[in-house]
């Protein structure tokens, strides 16, 4: 599976943004998919989570209400609409494609990776 992350840019801070993931390959929706992301000198970490058939949703607390992930496996694409934007906010956006549910949030689970798109938030 090859991950394409698109979307990011420069928005005021409670200002809204759309990010998508496109991904090739036949077993996408096979795949439970993720968002992480990584901000200026700090660890990459964990955004949000849906798995393949797109039933189910996880969230970092710390985007939890504001984000929202969906996907459309007709589309081979993910979706993390966010919201409410805050200038912590501002990083690296990044999906990433996981057949382990039960370990959604760890980074070390997943098995594909795709380029990110930035996001930057005034304030």
């Known amino acids: 599976v090859q991950l394409q992350a698109s979307g990011g840019g420069l928005v005021q801070a409670g200002g809204s943004l759309s990010l998508s993931c496109a991904a090739s390959g036949r077993t996408f929706s096979s795949y439970h998919m993720g968002w992480f992301r990584q901000a200026p000198g700090k660890e990459r970490e964990f955004v949000a989570a849906v798995s393949w058939r797109g039933g189910t949703t996880y969230y970092a607390d710390s985007v939890k209400g504001r984000f929202t992930i969906s996907r459309d496996n007709a589309m081979n694409t993910v979706y993390l609409r966010v919201n409410s934007l805050r200038p912590e906010d501002t990083a690296v956006y990044s999906c990433?494609?996981?057949?382990?549910?039960?370990?959604?949030?760890?980074?070390?689970?997943?098995?594909?990776w795709g380029q990110g798109t930035l996001v930057t938030v005034s304030s």
């Open positions: 990433a494609a996981n057949r382990n549910w039960g370990n959604v949030a760890a980074l070390g689970t997943y098995d594909y």
